[in-house]
């Protein structure tokens, strides 16, 4: 299976792969919030080079200062890219100073909430459906085969449990006294109100091979109920 998604061009919201946490920064996005500065993103966003201040001034009707400032606040913020270049064409002595120039930001702001990750479920059926048309088996068995592969992509590097469920979406509320951990989230759940059977047997593998991954010693089993995931994280 190819790597779970993660960083991308472009800001598309209501999805992303568990890791990136500075794609679901809250604080980024809010620098999207100033009318001026969402104008400017757009703009250059919808361009096919580099934008100087002057030009983006223009397009928005802006004060060069005031748009230099929106503009540096969004390269701050990780939604611009900054490059330098002589917009004369011109090199060596009386070519004139380099601008500074701005382009849309090579990585993906995501919002969702609560936490949706169809990204992760996609690449799961999508590398399930490549694998059962190049080998003799079923589709259940290409997808959990997929799901498994997929959990253990996620535990990779992570030492937490606890962590490793936040991070994914899950929000696990631990602390019964019965030890089970419950997963306050569906982080797939559109999907499951319309495929709930195929969806929650994937989450099942997935969520198993990655507490193995871990070498924990708890399981995951299907327990559906309202209102939270279908599967749980109940002690060995």
């Known amino acids: 299976m190819t790597g779970l998604p993660g960083r991308q061009a472009g800001l598309v919201p209501g999805d992303e792969a568990p890791g990136g946490g500075s794609q679901r920064d809250p604080a980024t996005l809010a620098a999207l919030g100033d009318r001026a500065r969402r104008q400017l993103y757009e703009y250059i966003a919808a361009q096919d080079h580099p934008v100087s201040r002057d030009e983006a001034a223009d397009a928005t009707g802006l004060k060069r200062p005031t748009a230099a400032f929106h503009l540096e606040r ?7 890219d900054v490059c330098f270049a002589r ?8 070519a004139g100073r380099t601008a500074k120039l701005y382009v849309r930001a090579q990585r993906q702001i995501d919002v969702s909430l609560p936490p949706r990750r169809y990204l992760i479920l996609g690449d799961v059926l999508a590398s399930a459906l490549d694998e059962a048309q190049r080998r003799p088996e079923t589709a259940g068995e290409a997808g959990a085969r997929a799901a498994e592969r997929a ?9 937490d449990l606890a962590q490793l469920l936040a991070e994914a979406g899950y929000q696990p509320r631990a602390g019964r006294d019965d030890g089970v951990t419950l997963l306050a989230n569906c982080p797939f759940h559109e999907l499951v109100v319309r495929h709930p059977q195929l969806v929650c047997t994937l989450n099942l593998h997935l969520l198993q091979a990655a507490l193995a991954e871990l070498g924990r010693p708890e399981q995951a089993r299907l327990d559906p109920a309202p209102g939270r995931c279908c599967v749980t994280i109940v002690p060995a």
Not at 87 to 94: C, E, Q
Request: hydrophobic fraction near 30%; glycine fraction near 30%; charge should be positive.
């Open 151 to 159: 959990g253990r992509q996620l535990a990779g590097g992570c030492q």
């Open 87 to 94: 917009l004369s064409g011109r090199t060596g002595p009386g």
């Open 74 to 80: 969004l390269a701050t913020d990780g939604l611009l």
